[in-house]
């Protein structure tokens, strides 16, 4: 069962950026895309973004292109997700997800597993 | 983009009964519709994704059906551990998007 762990929960000022980390397995790492979604407190869930970790292709949504990169190491099969110009609304639970078909399949953007997620929160 | 909408909000449903769960979209998605359950401080779980296709080692309690804008989750007899929130998402169209969520609650 693939497990992915992300780092751990930061506390940033407005205005600051932040990294989150995601350590995959290294079997899947370069055969599947990977997705970042994040939850605000008691709220829904909202998509951010993709990453292909061999080819490096990445795709944003339209609110956070310009503020957020994807990036992805295959020595150490972990993602980063780097957010910038924090603001207070930016304060919620980020989470990794892997597509669950390889790329290979050539279809299907839903995700299994997710990681744990990690709590950013933005307060001066 | 493609604005997913579920109903209700909320739904008290006693043990053992029905829980249907409905999602909208704003345009046509085809059967690209995906469902996950998120229990309390965890992630969300995949249950159902091509609208209908449960994922392995799913209880078939849960079921999903529709299709175009109109799509369904079906829980055939509530059990206490169901108690979640459910999302909707859709992967016809960039960005992707999610519904806002239903919480099932046992009456």
């Known amino acids: 069962q693939e497990h992915m762990e992300q780092s751990g929960a930061e506390v940033k000022k407005p205005g600051a950026s932040v990294k989150v980390s995601c350590k995959a397995s290294?079997?899947?790492?370069?055969?599947?895309?990977f997705h970042w979604v994040r939850q605000a407190p008691g709220q829904g869930l909202e998509w951010i973004g993709w990453?292909?970790?061999?080819?490096?292709?990445?795709s944003y949504a339209p609110r956070f292109q310009g503020r957020v990169t994807m990036t992805g190491d295959t020595s150490t099969s972990t993602l980063y997700m780097d957010l910038s110009s924090l603001r207070s609304d930016d304060t919620a639970i980020y989470y990794c997800?892997?597509?669950?078909?390889?790329?290979?399949?050539?279809?299907?953007?839903?995700?299994?597993?997710w990681g744990q997620g990690t709590l950013v929160i933005v307060s001066s | 983009e493609i604005v997913m909408t579920q109903s209700p909000a909320t739904l008290s449903v006693s043990p053992g009964e029905r829980a249907t769960i409905s999602c909208r979209a704003s345009?046509?998605?085809?059967?690209?519709l995906i469902w996950y359950q998120q229990k309390a401080g965890q992630p969300p779980r995949l249950l159902i994704y091509?609208?209908?296709t449960r994922l392995g080692g799913i209880p078939d309690r849960f079921s999903g059906s529709g299709s175009g804008t109109e799509f369904t989750l079906t829980i055939s007899s509530l059990q206490s551990e169901d108690v979640a929130v459910y999302y909707c998402?859709?992967?016809?169209?960039?960005?992707?998007?999610f519904g806002g969520g239903t919480k099932v609650e046992i009456k």
């Open positions: 345009q046509s998605i085809s059967s690209n």
């Open positions: 990453i292909n970790p061999n080819s490096g292709d990445t």
């Open positions: 091509s609208a209908s």
């Open positions: 997800a892997r597509v669950a078909l390889p790329v290979a399949a050539r279809r299907g953007n839903w995700f299994d597993p």
């Open positions: 998402q859709q992967d016809s169209n960039w960005p992707l998007t």
């Open positions: 290294e079997y899947t790492f370069t055969a599947h895309n």
